[in-house]
């Protein structure tokens, strides 16, 4: 989920309360994501997802070359 600019620039940054994202997501064994969105967590420092197991969803190939870092 971004901005149609790919921009994340909606969401709270960092520190302060979570809102449950911890308890969510350590329930969680995977995620489904839109391509648009996986680019953009590509471009993190770290991967933000663990060692769970992701879906990308997309009408288009996803280029995994960048996954790897």
Known sequence: M???NGDLDFLP???GEPHGYNEFMA???????????FEKVLTFDT??????RVV???S???DLSAAGK
Request: aromatic share 6%; net charge positive.
């Open 2 to 4: 971004t901005r149609p």
């Open 13 to 15: 940054e960092g520190g």
């Open 27 to 37: 329930n969680v064994d995977a995620l489904v994501i839109g391509r648009k969105t």
């Open 47 to 52: 991967w933000p997802y663990g060692d769970k």
């Open 56 to 58: 990308v969803l997309s």
């Open 60 to 62: 288009r190939p996803v």
